[in-house]
């Protein structure tokens, strides 16, 4: 094992892509990168041991062009190669420092790093120059992820013959190929040698800082942790986009532990560098930011407004959601986007805020013109803003809708046999009046024709448009005006019954002093009910409703109900003679 260096690992001399001819015309698309690198893969290239040193460059070539124009990879699928004198080429084009994904472990080509030793390694063993190539080239690339080479690691598999995709699959921070699929690569021989390779690397280059962590984001508390191979003299800085220190923390030992008090700072671009002395990697990245600022489900409910006193239609609710806590601003401007009321201004609100309601008012409490208004909501914290608005048609055109009576009768027998349906128009528009029994049209009661403002009113008799009579129910009255804000509509429900209620008596029975009446109605009624008695008669008004029922009377030799339900409806009259 090699005496542990008191510098940090030094990058190792690399020949560069343009150094060993690599064909950029056949690269078929540019890099993409992970967000970090975890873990680092040690593959041989099955090909021949028997190559001098010149001859490495364009065996590094022939792999390039097999990976792409046979395999159809998008370029060379190593991250780096490294031959058997020593020398280290760099792979897959994006940079050697940064977290290129290669094509070198299927499944697992993302959050590693690949590299690959020429020639076949089987049995025959990894000469001491790429030994020591191999080693200074991790020591240099895994203390740039600041990752520890003796760790071990839990990672899910993106998909092979071996372990399909979502498999959990146990690693090694230095694995060989065969960990992570079905192949026998890097080679028994080299494989064997992956644990002390590790140990030699974590040993080169000392003092380490591994597994910087940031937890938490800007408008909360940041937590910086991190891990020191041996006790230092650490500092956390936190800098501004312009490069000024805003904040930081410090203190020694083997852990790296401060939070930062991030709930009243300014969002932006924040940058942290956690600092353990000269001869330590110092970890580098940005400082998580808010959730973006966005505003969900905002709506107004209703869109339209008619404040004009017949309790429809009176307010709108304007309700909203944020995705983080923001300034909120609600405003309703008219069509010059004027502000002619604020429903809030300034105050900070988190998601599941509560909901506004405007009711057709100016701030001055005066109601606004029928017009066409826009309720805007913006949200701001620092750094960020959204703003979304919705319209609102404030329209008193037509309002105070009436149906009298109802339930109503229209069977000719003088009793509620006509219903009323008025409304008041504050404008000329076109109007039209039906009965409806659901999406039928059952009466038209006024064809689509300009009615003068003022009231308006119009019966209906019960009969259908082509002069039958309506069948009892439910129906709907609907009213609808017509200008240039659009159509209003208006809607009560309207009864038709024209059948009598049926009473029938079921026992009348004489028990201590008094009578007691068993009955069953039909449908809900008035009953009219008049008792006879050795001593006279007299009567009195019930209201009973559908089903059984019972009364109780003083005492009496017969008994009479007749029943009038609430359209006027008049059922026959039974009489029941009280037994004891």
Request: net charge positive; charged share 20%; hydrophobic share 40%.
């Amino acid at each position: 094992m090699p005496t542990p260096l008191a510098a940090r690992a030094a990058q190792p001399t690399i020949v560069t892509r343009s150094e060993w001819d690599a064909d950029e015309s056949i690269v078929r698309a540019p890099p993409y990168y992970a967000s970090a690198v975890h873990f680092a893969v040690v593959h041989h290239t099955a090909g021949t041991n028997s190559y001098s040193a010149s001859e490495s460059a364009a065996i590094v070539r022939g792999i390039e062009r097999y990976h792409v124009l046979a395999n159809g990879w998008n370029d060379i699928g190593y991250n780096f190669l490294v031959d058997k004198y020593g020398q280290v080429f760099e792979g897959r084009g994006g940079g050697i420092a940064r977290n290129v994904v290669g094509a070198h472990a299927q499944g697992f080509n993302t959050g590693s790093t690949g590299v690959a030793v020429l020639g076949t390694y089987e049995s025959q063993k990894v000469s001491p120059a790429a030994r020591a190539a191999l080693v200074k080239l991790l020591a240099w690339r895994l203390d740039v992820a600041h990752v520890d080479p003796l760790s071990r690691l839990r990672w899910v598999s993106g998909g092979n013959p071996k372990y399909p995709a979502g498999t959990t699959v146990s690693l090694r921070a230095v694995s060989g190929h065969r960990d992570t699929g079905p192949t026998s690569c890097p080679g028994s021989s080299l494989y064997a040698q992956l644990p002390g390779i590790a140990a030699d690397v974590a040993a080169t280059g000392l003092p380490k800082l591994y597994k910087p962590v940031v937890s938490g984001s800007l408008g909360g508390p940041v937590r910086f942790t991190a891990t020191l191979t041996e006790p230092l003299a650490w500092t956390v800085a936190v800098r501004d986009d312009t490069g000024a220190v805003v904040a930081s923390g410090s203190g020694s030992g083997e852990t790296v532990d401060w939070t930062w008090d991030a709930s009243a700072i300014p969002f932006g671009a924040y940058t942290y560098r956690i600092v353990a002395g000269p001869d330590v990697v110092p970890a580098v990245g940005r400082v998580p930011g808010p959730p973006p600022l966005e505003i969900t489900s905002f709506k107004a409910r209703p869109h339209v407004l008619t404040p004009n006193n017949d309790r429809v239609g009176e307010a709108t609710t304007i309700s909203y959601s944020l995705s983080t806590r923001a300034t909120v601003r609600v405003e309703v401007l008219d069509s010059s986007a004027h502000v002619v009321r604020s429903l809030a201004n300034g105050q900070v609100y988190r998601s599941g805020a509560p909901s506004f309601l405007w009711n057709g008012r100016t701030s001055s409490g005066k109601l606004v013109r029928d017009g066409r208004y826009r309720v805007r909501l913006t949200a701001s914290s620092p750094g960020q803003e959204a703003s979304k608005s919705r319209t609102i048609v404030v329209d008193r055109t037509l309002g105070h809708l009436l149906v009298a009576p109802t339930p109503f009768s229209p069977n000719e027998d003088g009793r509620l046999d006509w219903a009323v349906v008025s409304f008041r128009l504050a404008r000329q528009a076109d109007v039209r009046v039906r009965i409806m029994d659901g999406e039928r049209a059952v009466a038209v009661l006024h064809p689509a024709g300009t009615l003068a403002a003022g009231a308006a009113e119009f019966s209906w008799d019960g009969e259908e448009k082509g002069g039958a009579q309506t069948a009892d129910g439910l129906y709907r009255a609907f009213v609808e005006a017509t200008t240039t804000l659009g159509t209003r509509t208006l809607r009560l429900p309207l009864m038709v019954d024209t059948r009598a209620p049926a009473v029938r008596v079921l026992s009348a029975r004489l028990k201590d002093g008094r009578s007691h009446i068993r009955l069953w109605l039909s449908e809900a009624a008035t009953l009219r009910v008049r008792y006879a008695s050795p001593r006279g008669g007299a009567s009195r008004v019930v209201d009973r409703p559908a089903g059984y029922s019972r009364l109780s009377l003083p005492r009496a030799t017969r008994v009479r109900l007749q029943g009038t339900d609430a359209a006027a409806n008049v059922g026959a009259r039974v009489i029941a003679r009280v037994t004891r």
